[in-house]
């Protein structure tokens, strides 16, 4: 398979709805559970595209543009953007939609940074 095909099947989109239990108290999603979520979508689709164990070793500059409110719906879109020796490079795009519109907008950026790693839990 051609790494252009690898990088296009490892892209990855994952939904998530914000719960109350989410949200700070201006009832926006935590930062943090924000930045977890990125994670996870990125680490799926590092994996997927590796097919290995892989495992975050940075994180880079995440933009927060716009709140995300309780009820709002979540879009994850993570993509493989740089193939290093022994590193992938993952940008994922977080969109807010609102739940009973057609508004959707890119509220979350970030890219994040994986390696892969042997049964000794050491990079490879």
Known sequence: MSLDSRIANSR???????????TNHYDTLFGGTALQWMDEAAFIAATRFTREKMVTVSSDKVNFKIPILSGS?????????????????????VYREDMYS???????????VFVSINKSKKEV
Do not use: M
């Open 73 to 93: 719906i979540v879009e994850l879109d993570a993509q493989v953007v740089r193939v290093g020796n022994t590193s992938l490079e993952i940008n994922v795009d």
């Open 102 to 112: 057609e508004s959707r907008v890119l509220a979350l950026h970030g890219s994040f």
């Open 12 to 22: 990855t989109r994952v939904f998530k709805t914000v719960f109350p239990g989410d």
